[in-house]
């Protein structure tokens, strides 16, 4: 459920009507705000906004409700199907699932399949996407004492932690103390004192906000992140745990007042040394795989800690070089002031080579789980050495020396161990933007808004001027206007088209290699580690530093700038340099503005209500299904221009009573069947593919131009059009016809087409075949045909496809040929044309029609004066000085 549905959807509590219990005052509401946040605090985020429709008083308690725990486990409607035995769940049927084996065809997305999978499979990730993303800026987490922020790592898609990285970010650059105080990065501090975090990207900027803004957060947890964080610092941490988290390089933890420090499992795969200094520490648990943490743990004295657990697992069989494997005596140093000690996994090489001596004068419980005691009790003696007043010593699961084969029972100890042992009698008696709002421009000689030497004569121009002048601008460019003068400052904020381009985020081109073949070697077992090593996370931090720029960004100025109220939108992902989750990503940001976009900009009440006036719109690289169209359909009512560029769309009908231009290129649909539209004047279909080889009907009466230029394999369903009297040009381009092995309907329906577009006065055909007339003679007549290019066209059919098309303009002026295949030459006398007898007769014929006309051959291979004797060979009378030849390389 959504959050606009929170707020307008009443709760079914039994027996609760208007907040009071049925028979009975509603006590619980008479109690004051303080113990009611308290009791909305141990709910989850969801509960916590339902609870705004039991009453007038709740409405808005949930909005300043001091801490917020956000958590995907609540949207849990439909879990992820993994049968893939129907096509009905988003899966391809055996037919469906070859449609881009054509060497010729032009799509190269290898992540369709990952679209399709994401229409049907995570449809609670994206109302789990729209409630937090809504919430984050309703509630002004900056004013919270908790926020949780839990995304189920096993149920979000891939990118799930990286779009939740994205809200962090946000939220640490643009919530503020004063909830009034908008202005791009927050100043002050926070009151923020627990933040946990799962499933999240992170990297150092992010302790960098919380080290600025978060003054007095205590408790930092994070649990299954992936973090390329360099050094974690706070003056103000008590509690830090770290869970499951893979760290690219992570080298120190520097905190003065830390007095809790877990660092449970996880992986540090840049082999550096972790330094913790941390002198405070009361409890410390590190529990970590030897090989993981390759580079090894510094720990300096902590004469303040109590009780510490340190787990080392997989010593026995590592075979590569690991520093914490060998450091185990070091680490044991560092605790020696504990008093309760637990040690797992702990190996024979504890105490190295030479004897040392160690004494825990604190140690009182001693827990040895799991530990490799084989060595004749030397690890084991050496603690009860070292531990004076030791009273409990627990052995778990040890591995013990091996017993002699003589009589079972008997283990074997060397003299030199039993004397050693000997000695000891005595002692068992006791035993957690820089951005263009805040950016100030580096225009040369612009101070204040004025030019150097001379008055600010742009500023004196009307606002609407202005505006048409920003609107040639590209987005980042339009807010980059707001530093140039204090009139310019809000200026940005009303202008009426607004393009949100990626491009113009190209501070840092992505890297091509990022990983050594070492640091890519990770042959592991275990099941704890299944997401240490996730190298798309590394690849998203070091390679995508301008996406999340570009995010920030996008999501911030379209919160901003009211987009109900533009005339224009545009916004531009690019497909090359964006990451592979970059169009679903979009997809969020477009849907929410869908929804809680208003005309009104005072009005947030949930689903916009009205129609927005927006005219124009155009996306790129963005996915799409059904719920699409049907908010356009709903809000967009003065919509006239819908470009779709390179989209994935799960749409099976475009309909629309206001539409004038629909111009879909390279898009991927997955079973489109219908385009229908009254007002339609210009379609243009160029590439793409419909899988699900469904026929594509186009009812557009209106239609002027007409553009169709697609693979016949990828659109095996057809196309059928209906008759277009109005249309003036036309275009259409089919690919793949020669070399096609798979049937296509489109490929046998060439003439159905032409004959829809007969009163086109401009035709382009491309890469029409032979089989365009089809067995049966057939006539067709293109009265209105003045202008006829045939482009890559098959004419070695003895020209009987351009006799078809002479036969039937009457009023036929200019013939272009470009590159089209003619009749081959004779063997005996090179460039003289093989023509039979009948196809010779039956050219005589045209010989009235071709009067005036005026011919263009535009070729590259072959000898020019030869093809103008084979066309002059359609016609007695066709001057030669009314045809021209161009040859190109």
């Not at 709740?58 to 849990?76: A, G, Y």
């Not at 803004?213 to 103000?236: A, G, H, K, M, P």
């Not at 048409?468 to 809000?490: E, G, N, P, Y």
Request: with cysteine; hydrophobic share 35%.
């Amino acid at each position: 459920m959504e959050l606009g549905d929170a707020f307008r959807k009443p709760a079914r509590a039994s027996g609760v009507v208007g907040g009071s219990s049925a028979g009975g005052p509603d006590r619980l509401s008479s109690l004051p705000d303080c113990l009611l946040h308290t009791i909305m605090s141990s709910l989850k985020a969801r509960q916590a906004v339902q609870t705004c429709v039991l009453s007038t008083r709740w409405r808005h308690l949930w909005r300043s409700v001091p801490c917020l725990d956000i958590d995907f486990d609540e949207f849990n409607k439909a879990p992820p199907s993994d049968d893939s035995s129907s096509s009905d769940d988003g899966t391809f049927d055996s037919d469906s699932d070859r449609w881009n084996d054509d060497p010729d065809a032009d799509d190269d997305d290898d992540n369709i399949h990952n679209d399709w999978e994401h229409f049907t499979k995570y449809k609670d990730w994206e109302d789990f996407e729209d409630f937090a993303v809504t919430l984050i800026r309703r509630c002004n987490i900056a004013q919270l004492d908790s926020f949780q922020l839990h995304t189920d790592g096993s149920r979000a898609p891939e990118f799930g932690n990286r779009v939740a990285a994205g809200w962090l970010r946000r939220a640490m650059k643009y919530c503020t103390p004063d909830h009034a105080n908008q202005q791009g990065l927050s100043s002050g501090s926070w009151r923020l004192k627990r933040l946990h975090l799962c499933h999240v990207l992170l990297d150092d900027h992010f302790v960098k906000c919380v080290s600025s803004v978060c003054r007095s957060l205590e408790d930092l947890e994070l649990y299954n992140c992936s973090c390329e964080i360099q050094s974690i610092t706070s003056q103000s941490l008590k509690t830090l745990v770290l869970k499951r988290c893979g760290w690219r390089n992570l080298s120190e933890i520097i905190s003065p007042t830390l007095k809790t420090l877990v660092i449970d499992g996880g992986s540090n795969i840049g082999a550096c040394v972790l330094v913790i200094l941390a002198p405070s520490v009361v409890y410390l648990h590190l529990a970590m795989r030897v090989d993981y943490f390759s580079g090894g743990v510094s720990l300096n004295e902590v004469p303040s800690v109590a009780k510490a657990l340190i787990h080392l697992w997989y010593h026995k069989y590592v075979y590569a070089r690991s520093k914490l494997a060998g450091d185990q005596f070091k680490l044991l140093c560092s605790i020696s002031n504990s008093t309760n000690l637990e040690l797992l996994g702990v190996g024979t090489t504890v105490l190295g080579k030479e004897p040392k001596f160690q004494e825990f004068k604190n140690l009182r419980s001693l827990l040895l789980d799991r530990c490799d005691l084989s060595d004749d009790f030397k690890t084991l003696v050496f603690f009860l050495r070292s531990s004076p007043i030791l009273e409990k010593l627990t052995l778990r699961c040890c591995e013990f020396p091996k017993y002699s084969n003589k009589k079972k029972g008997t283990p074997i100890l060397n003299k030199t161990s039993s004397s050693e042992l000997r000695g000891l009698d005595l002692l068992w008696h006791a035993m957690e933007p820089e951005d263009a709002f805040r950016k100030r421009a580096r225009a040369s000689g612009v101070v204040g808004g004025t030019s150097a030497g001379g008055p600010d004569r742009l500023s004196s121009l009307p606002d609407c001027l202005l505006h048409t002048i920003m609107s040639s601008l590209k987005a980042r460019q339009v807010v980059q206007t707001s530093v140039l003068s204090t009139r310019w400052r809000h200026l940005w904020r009303s202008v009426p088209c607004l393009d949100i381009d990626f491009d113009e985020f190209s501070n840092t081109a992505p890297a091509s290699d990022v990983f050594d073949s070492n640091e890519s070697d990770d042959d592991t077992s275990d099941s704890d580690s299944d997401n240490w090593h996730n190298h798309k996370d590394w690849e998203h931090v070091t390679k995508y530093k301008d996406w999340e720029d570009f995010e920030d960004f996008a999501v911030t100025l379209m919160r901003s700038c009211n987009i109900a109220q533009l005339d224009s939108f545009r916004l531009h992902v690019v497909q090359s340099r964006a990451p592979e989750f970059g169009n679903r990503v979009a997809a969020g940001w477009l849907r929410r503005a869908m929804k809680y976009c208003t005309p009104d900009r005072a009005s947030y009440q949930g689903l916009s209500s009205g129609s927005w006036r927006l005219k124009r719109l155009h996306l790129c690289h963005v996915l799409l299904d059904n719920n699409f169209l049907k908010h356009v359909s709903s809000v967009c009512c003065s919509l006239e221009d819908l470009e779709l560029d390179d989209c994935s769309c799960q749409i099976q009908s475009i309909t629309s009573h206001s539409l004038k231009t629909l111009v879909l290129k390279k898009c991927r649909w997955r079973n489109l069947s219908e385009i229908i539209s009254p007002t339609l004047k210009t379609l243009v279909i160029d590439g793409g593919s419909n899988t699900d080889a469904c026929v594509l009907v186009i009812l557009a009466p209106a239609l002027a131009y007409l553009h169709l230029a697609m693979h016949i394999t990828l659109f095996r369903g057809g196309v059928s059009l209906n008759e277009v009297p109005s249309i003036a040009k036309a275009l259409i381009h089919l690919r793949g016809h020669r070399h096609c092995s798979v049937r296509s309907k489109i490929g046998g329906d060439q003439f159905k087409l032409l004959c829809c577009i007969s009163n086109s006065t401009n035709l382009e055909l491309s890469g029409v075949g032979t089989t365009v007339l089809g067995k049966g003679s057939r006539f067709q007549e293109f009265k209105n045909l003045r202008n006829l290019l045939l482009c890559n066209c098959d004419l070695s059919d003895d020209f009987k496809t351009l006799v078809f098309f002479l036969r039937s303009s009457p009023i036929l002026e200019k013939l272009t040929l470009r590159h089209c295949v003619f009749p081959e030459y004779s063997n005996k006398k090179k460039g003289t044309p093989i023509l039979n007898k009948t196809s010779s007769s039956e050219l005589h014929g045209l010989d009235l029609l071709c009067e005036n006309l005026k011919v263009e051959i535009i070729y590259g291979n072959g000898y020019g004066p030869h093809l103008i004797r084979l066309l002059r060979r359609v016609s007695v009378n066709l001057s030669k000085n009314n045809i021209k030849l161009t040859k190109v390389n």
